[in-house]
């Protein structure tokens, strides 16, 4: 009996170390899960932090609207590029004698005021008229068509027939119109014509060039106004 009591007690100790073999097992594997959970999770954490857009980590758009090129004001349209200009064929007349030596002057004239940049559009009589039409039609229209008539007085232009009457078609049309701007050469002032006296002439005696220079700004300062006339109306 005391040796099975004995044998029993040494069976029921086997079984209590199979236990806690079994338990220290189980406690073993459960940290083990753990741990391998826990590193999962932060290899997961690391993977979507390093795949997660690039914009994420930009930095915040700048508040401040970006800077635009100060803007030209309007500018008025030129003179020369006005309706206004266009409303006649020329920009000036210029009536000189028949006489070989005013037709060269004429000619040296209109080729100044043609030249670029100044483009203007010259009528010169004998070079713009129309072949086979009445001298007196032509020259009328080319005093309607013309915004400026520009008179060349020499003694040779006192003489001749046409330059008179052309004279007296540009009185008709505009006396006091700032239009009509007598070129005085070869002759003092009181040599001019009495009906003509009443303008302001330009000397071309002492200095052609700079008498070309004065009808030109003349001319253009006639079309500003002509613009900014129509703008008033």
Not at 53 to 78: R, W, Y
Not at 132 to 155: D, F, M, Q, R, Y
Not at 165 to 188: D, W
Request: glycine share 4%; with cysteine; net charge neutral.
């Amino acid at each position: 009996m005391i040796s099975y009591l004995e044998d029993f007690s040494k069976a029921f100790r086997g079984r209590d170390d199979i236990l806690t073999n079994m338990h220290c097992w189980l406690r073993k594997l459960w940290k083990s899960k753990v741990s391998f959970s826990a590193q999962h999770g932060e290899e997961a954490k690391v993977t979507k932090s390093s795949t997660s857009p690039v914009n994420s980590v930009s930095p915040p758009p700048s508040t401040t609207s970006p800077k635009t090129a100060p803007s030209d004001p309007l500018q008025p349209p030129s003179a020369l590029s006005s309706p206004q200009r266009w409303s006649r064929k020329y920009d000036v007349l210029v009536c000189h004698s028949c006489v070989d030596s005013d037709a060269e002057e004429g000619g040296r004239l209109v080729s100044f005021l043609e030249a670029s940049p100044r483009s203007l559009r010259c009528f010169l009589g004998g070079r713009d008229d129309c072949p086979g039409g009445a001298v007196s039609t032509e020259l009328c229209k080319a005093v309607l068509n013309s915004h400026v008539w520009a008179l060349l007085i020499t003694p040779n232009f006192l003489q001749d027939d046409w330059c008179q009457y052309m004279t007296q078609q540009a009185l008709a049309e505009g006396p006091m119109s700032h239009r009509i701007i007598p070129l005085v050469k070869n002759l003092s002032r009181s040599q001019v014509p009495q009906e003509l006296k009443f303008f302001i002439s330009i000397d071309l005696n002492n200095n052609p060039d700079r008498g070309y220079t004065i009808l030109h700004q003349t001319v253009l300062k006639y079309l500003e106004d002509l613009v900014k006339r129509h703008e008033d109306t």
